[in-house]
């Protein structure tokens, strides 16, 4: 794509590990269709604008074939930018109490001096008179935002800690609980960019492990994500072909490369 039009799009699918063409579609030419992809798709084509997918199309019309191709990619969550917008990710997901028990498990493992977590509602106070007089005319909802407040040991005892009394390791552990849980639970993919982003090493080790553990991954979610963690090659948390290198060439284009490519 550019920022006008879908300059190429297709769609391969393997039938028994044997590759078929089910749709070919070159900007300036008419679609070329496999008879093997059922469904309305001349028809569909003439929906289509030059600036959409035909995938996005086939889906909107409720294409028997693609769309559970377009949901499944619909369904990919990401982590990218600022971990501190997935603290209320985290903490809305623990309203349901199996997220929460899962959630609460991973805190406490990790051994991070944790002794209980609290999710508590806050409602939001403005100190602005002229966004409350706003927000009054247009009759904005103010509804209480969900916290984490996370209680730690000290001695026989425990304290609280708002959010911001929270080590940067703690708070993007935290962050990526959610995420994670969610797509565990769901057995959906889950891309983070960044992974090791103020996080211990250990506490990503314990993140990837969650994923590569069939009896804590049991429908199958799938972690990618890029790093600059040198300490996960040599942890045995993974294979030498899920590993991959990026290079940038000359020509300012990044070339991909597994590990699984190199003798030991």
Known sequence: IDSQFVLEEWLYV????????WFHRKRGNPIVFSNKMPGENRTIENLTRHNSLFLSAAAQNA???????FTWICGLSFVIGRRSKYHQ??????SKLDYKNEIERLVSVADLGIAEMNVEEIKFK???????????I???PNEPDPVIRLLHRLGNTTVPFNLDQESDGTLAYLALLGPAVEALKKG??????????????????????????PSSNP??????????????????????????????????TSHLYPLSDFKP
């Open 188 to 213: 959906a993919p889950l891309l983070i960019d960044e992974l090791d982003a103020s996080l211990h090493p250990l506490l990503a080790i314990q993140l990837i492990r969650l994923f590569n553990t």
């Open 126 to 136: 403005s100190t602005d008179k002229t966004f409350d007089k706003i927000a009054s």
């Open 89 to 94: 990710y985290t903490a809305r997901l623990c």
């Open 219 to 252: 429908k199958g979610a799938q972690l990618i994500f890029n790093t600059h963690d040198t300490n996960l090659l040599s942890s045995g948390v993974l294979r030498r072909d899920q590993i991959w290198f990026t290079e940038k060439g000359n020509d300012a």
């Open 14 to 21: 393997y039938p028994k590990g044997k590759k078929q063409t």
């Open 138 to 140: 247009l009759k904005l």
């Open 63 to 69: 294409h028997e074939a693609l769309l559970p191709i």
